[in-house]
């Protein structure tokens, strides 16, 4: 069965360093991939969306790869702010357009 | 921002009962989709919506699940007989029509169902 597993459930690190969120899938073929971030009682808030044909995507202090042979995606943020504290969310989309989501990867950036 | 709309934001229903759930996706978006997410737990998908139809539904959108667009702006998730395992935060997200990789979905905020 298809299963995704993001990085521990939680990540701690110190304001300034670079946040490293890891997606792991096994038994699905995803047209694309997208990061969400979700705080507490919000909905997903929408990050990146990188296709199964393209292997980095970066938005300002963000930046995604995609490979689709270790059917890995890693997630980075740079220069980390406590703003940044959220669950960080993986989706994975299939050609018909449904979507499956990991569990999430809680970071806390301290100051 | 353009944002999706969620009412109620807070719905306690007796089991048995029927709840309509209440989403206004952003105007000119044509993908429409329903989500859940039980306390604690990660973001699952029910139902993806185009063109007055459901295009893709997964194995918890059962019978009891129903959904609509009855005008040109609301788009409704119906549960018919509720049960104490539905109670969830509901989202409901839509996207533009730009292709199917071209964007992410927005999401709403949000409706907690709670079934006693």
């Known amino acids: 069965s298809q299963k995704i597993e993001q990085n521990s459930e939680a990540l701690n690190i110190q304001e300034g360093k670079t946040a490293t969120l890891t997606c792991n899938y096994t038994?699905?073929?995803?047209?694309?991939l997208q990061w969400y971030r979700q705080d507490p009682g919000r909905g997903p808030v929408f990050l990146l969306l990188?296709?199964?044909?393209?292997k980095e995507k970066r938005k300002e202090r963000l930046k995604v790869t995609f490979d689709t042979t270790l059917k890995q995606s890693l997630f980075h943020i740079t220069a980390s702010q406590p703003a940044d504290s959220a669950t960080y969310l993986c989706?994975?989309?299939?050609?018909?357009?449904?979507?499956?989501f990991g569990d999430g990867t809680t970071l806390t950036v301290k100051p | 921002e353009p944002e999706v709309t969620q009412t109620p934001s807070h719905q306690v229903t007796q089991m048995g009962q029927e709840v309509i759930l209440r989403c206004v996706p952003i105007?000119?978006?044509?993908?429409f989709y329903w989500y859940r997410q039980i306390l604690g737990q990660k973001v699952e998908f029910l139902v993806s919506?185009?063109?007055?139809?459901?295009?893709?539904k997964s194995e918890i959108f059962d019978d009891q699940f129903s959904v609509e667009r009855p005008d040109g702006s609301n788009f409704t998730l119906k549960i018919r007989s509720t049960k104490l395992e539905d109670s969830a935060m509901y989202f409901c997200?839509?996207?533009?029509?730009?292709?199917?990789?071209?964007?992410?979905?927005?999401f709403g905020s949000g409706t907690r169902l709670t079934v006693v």
């Open positions: 105007s000119n978006h044509l993908y």
């Open positions: 989706a994975l989309i299939s050609n018909a357009g449904k979507s499956t």
């Open positions: 990188i296709r199964e044909n393209e």
């Open positions: 997200a839509s996207r533009e029509d730009r292709g199917p990789t071209s964007d992410g979905y927005t």
């Open positions: 038994n699905y073929s995803p047209a694309y």
């Open positions: 919506f185009y063109n007055n139809e459901i295009s893709e």
